[in-house]
Antibody
Framework: EVQLLESGGRLEQPGGSLRLYCAAS????????MNWVRQAAGKGLEWLSS?????????HYADSVKDRFIISRDNSRNTLYLQMNSLRGEDTALYYC??????????????WGQGTLVTVSS | QSALTQPASVSGSPGQSITISCTGT?????????VSWYQQHPDKAPKVMIY???HRPSGISDRFSGSKSGNTASLTISGLQPEDEADYYC??????????FGGGTKLTVL
């Protein structure tokens, strides 16, 4: 079955760090760009970051997370990561990983996971 | 504040057609044919309905169609069905290697 499964979300204190995981299955993970998108409760979608397929040597970030979050991938484990540092209350959200349709596209997202919840609070 | 502007809500009766607009700028919607639309039911993940302005992924009903004029993209749903009731989000590549989403539109099928 083609799917993405996120994990790693939990309650964390402001200023803390978290690492999110996205396990991919049912497709050739190495061949596709991957993204992180978040959604605060009752709010809209916010794109956060992307990484290209293959070597994953090209990454892009939204201004809201640049210099705090790091996206990476391990193609041997079919896993996407999001390292989240210097967490703030406004980072509280459901975090989705989303697959791009090509190796290096930022055009649309053809497969989404079910999300993992991150709560930042003291 | 979302980069792309959508109406907060739209409604229609079963069988009718509705259109949801998505207004950006020449730096995003107007500058690239990379507009996509996502449907999200409560407590579910988003699902792509339209990509590259007017293309439907495999398995998506032809009741869903997309278009663009200038800096405004539109999603039209014809022959409204109860299961179409959901939130809809537009998205566009911005040309700064980022992606922008609209604020979302709640569709109510009366």
């Amino acid at each position: 079955e083609v799917q993405l499964l996120e994990s790693g979300g939990r309650l964390e204190q402001p200023g803390g760090s978290l690492r999110l995981y996205c396990a991919a299955s049912g497709f050739t993970f190495n061949n596709y760009a991957m993204n992180w998108v978040r959604q605060a409760a009752g709010k809209g979608l916010e794109w956060l970051s992307s990484i290209n397929g293959g070597r994953g040597d090209t990454t892009h970030y939204a201004d809201s997370v640049k210099d705090r979050f790091i996206i990476s991938r391990d193609n041997s484990r079919n896993t996407l990561y999001l390292q989240m540092n210097s967490l703030r209350g406004e980072d509280t959200a459901l975090y989705y990983c989303a697959k791009g349709p090509h190796s290096d596209s930022l055009s649309w997202f053809d497969l989404w996971g079910q999300g993992t919840l991150v709560t930042v609070s003291s | 504040q979302s980069a792309l502007t959508q109406p907060a809500s739209v409604s229609g009766s079963p069988g009718q057609s509705i259109t949801i607009s998505c207004t950006g700028t020449s730096s995003d919607v107007g500058g690239y044919d990379y507009v996509s639309w996502y449907q999200q039911h409560p407590d579910k993940a988003p699902k792509v309905m339209i990509y590259d302005v007017n293309h439907r992924p495999s398995g998506i009903s032809d009741r869903f169609s997309g278009s663009k004029s200038g800096n405004t993209a539109s999603l039209t749903i014809s022959g409204l069905q109860p299961e179409d009731e959901a939130d809809y989000y537009c998205s566009s590549y911005t040309g700064r290697n980022t992606v922008a989403f609209g604020g979302g539109t709640k569709l109510t099928v009366l």
